[in-house]
Every structure is written in structure tokens, then in C-alpha cells.
């Protein structure tokens, strides 16, 4: 636990992911909580963020393709629900930001203030002053052999949406 707010969270689980097949189920078991806000993905370049991303979306109702962020920043999505209203759901990557100040020039800020959007961004230590606190940490560790060790986290924020971690099994 570090003296930080942002990181002092009570519930939280480590998963190994064997396989994408894994990554899948983990992805399928997110999309099943009622999450809003932002989520940070971190570790490494191929680590499988946006895998685990590609997934979320599609678990989410997301029908087409998914594109990485990576030039982009960010990607924006209206996934229908089973009650026909839309969901926003937007997907950033800000491993090539250069300067905070390019969040708020492509509407980041508004994308941010959408109430019950949630916002799934890789590499946010680019920007984590700039960006209001996560719902959320996972951290993604690709191991010697392969694997994904996965770490997730709730900050405060996610604790007082009352989520809760203990149901998110593979
Ligand atoms: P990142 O976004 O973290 O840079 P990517 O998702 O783009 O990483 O790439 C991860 C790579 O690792 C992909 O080629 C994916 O097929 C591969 N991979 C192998 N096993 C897994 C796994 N369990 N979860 C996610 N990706 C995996
Ligand atoms: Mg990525």
C-alpha cells in the first residue's frame, strides 16, 4: 500500500491468465460489473491490454472491429444495450501523448464528465495528474513463460460504487 489516496484500495485480487482464452473469460467477467468511470490498464508493451480491451468491448455488445488508440488516443464506442439505450464506452492509449494539453484539445475532458461512461485507458501514467482517479487499477505483468499475472485493484471510488472484486474468478 503506498501513502497515496489514488492507490489506497482495500479490495483487490491477483489472477493468472493461462491463455487469451483466459484474458477472454476475465474480460466477460468486467463487462458484467456495473462499471462507470475509468479504468487504468497498466504494464508493459505487450503485456495484452488491448487484448484484454478488444475483449471487454466485445463482451460489452461491441459488434465491429477494434482498433488500437495507439495514433488515435482514443476510440470512441456506442454499444446498444438489451434495453435499446446506447452505452459510451471509450478506449484510450495514451503511450504517445506528448503534452497533457492534447487530452483537452481532442474533448478528453468530455469524454471524462459523461456520466455512465466508462473509459478504459492504457498507459494513463502519461497523464495521471492530469486525469481524474480511476474506478479501477489492473495491471497486466506478462511473466518469463508466457502467462499474465494480473492485478486488480479498486480505488476508493470503486469501493463507494459498493463493486466488488471477490465474484471475478477464472
Ligand atoms: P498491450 O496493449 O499491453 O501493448 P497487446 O494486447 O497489444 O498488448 O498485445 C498482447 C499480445 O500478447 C498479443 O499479441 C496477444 O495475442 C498476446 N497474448 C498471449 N497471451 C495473452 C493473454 N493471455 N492475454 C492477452 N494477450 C495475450
Ligand atoms: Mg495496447
Avoid: C
Avoid at 477472454?24 to 458484467?32: F, R, T
Avoid at 505487450?46 to 460489452?60: H, S, V
Avoid at 501523448?97 to 502519461?126: C, H, T
Amino acid at each position: 500500500m503506498s501513502d497515496n489516496n489514488l492507490y489506497d484500495a482495500v479490495d483487490w485480487q491477483v489472477l493468472t491468465l493461462n491463455s487469451e482464452a483466459d484474458t477472454q473469460a476475465l474480460a466477460e467477467q468486467l463487462a458484467s460489473l456495473p462499471l462507470r468511470g475509468s479504468v487504468w490498464l497498466s504494464g508493459d508493451l505487450g503485456a495484452g491490454k488491448t487484448t484484454l480491451t478488444r475483449y471487454w468491448l466485445q463482451a460489452l455488445g461491441h459488434k465491429g472491429a477494434v482498433k488500437s488508440p495507439t495514433y488515435t488516443l482514443v476510440e470512441p464506442y456506442q454499444i446498444e444495450q438489451d434495453d435499446g439505450s446506447m452505452k459510451s464506452v471509450y478506449h484510450a492509449d495514451l503511450y504517445r501523448l506528448q503534452d497533457p494539453e492534447e487530452l483537452s484539445f481532442i474533448g478528453f475532458d468530455e469524454y471524462l464528465d459523461e456520466p455512465n461512461a466508462l473509459v478504459i485507458i492504457e498507459w494513463a501514467s502519461r497523464a495521471d495528474s492530469y486525469l481524474p482517479p480511476p474506478v479501477l487499477f489492473i495491471d497486466m505483468t506478462e511473466t518469463d513463460n508466457g502467462l499474465r499475472r494480473i492485478e486488480l485493484r479498486l480505488s476508493k471510488i470503486g469501493q463507494a460504487q459498493h463493486l466488488n472484486l471477490s465474484t471475478i474468478k477464472i
